[in-house]
């Protein structure tokens, strides 16, 4: 791996990892776990056989990225946001459930965190849910379900609030359209979503 | 102890570990703890002295188990799963306080979760409460009080949805009655819990 | 560092640690974190540059401190307690964002724990509060604004439940006095806030 930095006391394991990636104090990266360019990765993080971290992603400490877990390019992951796989989990060494656990067919449910998104600290992803591009969760909400793009959401469970901007801040909206008062992108309200306006086809 | 994998990171001081565990990477289970046979234990936890794991448990990455916490057989902790023991804690070395914690009797609150009991990611399980056998607690969900065996509680308080079979299932009643839609076991409305009914005693 | 203790597995690379003080294993203290005297850092911490450790301190395992995290005297920081310091966190390699991350006067939000307080398990603390001295905030709470000297804070977000003392046991107040049951403090109500009578100031 070129122009990988690892800290000392992490264990790297894969051997895939893009160029310009930082991994931190005491993270494990095991086999089969694909990481991309210019992620950061910090301390303390667990990441599985079969996850897969896009480019530019920031992966705050303390996070476990299971085997079903997908995150696209330049996601955050704040520290300990919590991903699961397993909709009806048991210990696997339960004599009563040993048979749901002798393939992954009929257990593992993957979850997806599309490009430019960030989950609060502390946010709980159930298995099984997709959540939208540069969508805000956030910290300590419950996500049970499908978050569509540029949403706030909020709670336990996670509720819509709002929507943001790409650059993270809430959106107001009148009339269906909206310019962010941070950094003056534009946005229109499409049926239950919303979309961006480029510069060149306003007005 | 015999037939123990131990990851070469991980730092066991324990001599009391069951035959066929295995202890992950950047995990510490402290002297006096006690792990039964046939566990996992996930990277990044940490084991007191005092606590007690059971045969055939699971302990997903980053738990923490504190002198006080009982876990019988077959358990699941699910991953970063929050144990206290102290329901009015405060810095020891807070010198308002330091009578306190002179001795353990005086602030030390033991917590139970009985055979084949699973515990979703994130959950909060206060000190003090005995989580019944084969129960769910859901995914970020705040236990304040006792949970039956084979419920599932779901929410902050933590507050019972339902009932779970023991391969984890939710388990629909009529007239007192279930069928596991999954895995064909039956369940019958006693008082205010539910009881399996062995096949033998059917018809 | 005079009479600081380290495990062999932590990485301590400030040499801003207070006399008497602990640190435990797989814990990292960066360069530039003040950790002050007596303290007690707990497994698998990660204390920031900038971070700020008043002595006498508890801070039990798996938590973070951030730049721009100050605790101040004694405060007991329960396990993975969750501190932010970006309100519209985005990762800061998104090109979108990339200007925003480009100097931390346009992001970065400081948090204040005051003297005495207590963080529950699981508690999220948004970046921004302030936590009164001698708070009680309940595990699993998510603290969204400043919370007022003794106050119990409890679930999401965080509401007043009522008063408790120093030594953390709750408060029952008749005509706006209240005597601790438990230490026999005595404690009256001013305004939207409480204040401790000392004995020689009774009767």
Redesign the interface.
Known sequence: MKNVFVHP?A?VETVDVGEGTRIW??A?VLPGAHVGK???I???C?IEGGARVG????V???N?LWEGVTLE????V???V???NDL??????????RN?YASKESWLVPTLVRR?A?L???A?I?AGVTVGELT?VA??A?VTKDVPPHALVV??PARARGW?C????PLRFRHGDSTCQS?GAHFREEGKEIRKIEASRQG
Chains 1, 2, 3 share one sequence.
């Open positions: 006391t264990q104090a005491f494990h210019d992620c950061n910090g301390d303390h667990f480019d530019n992603a920031t705050k400490n303390g476990m390019e330049g996601v955050f704040g520290p300990h919590f991903f699961t009806y989990p048991r210990s696997q060494r339960l004599p009563e459930v749901r430019g960030s609060g600290a502390g709980v159930l805000m910290a300590g419950v709670g336990a943001v790409e650059c993270g801040r950094c």
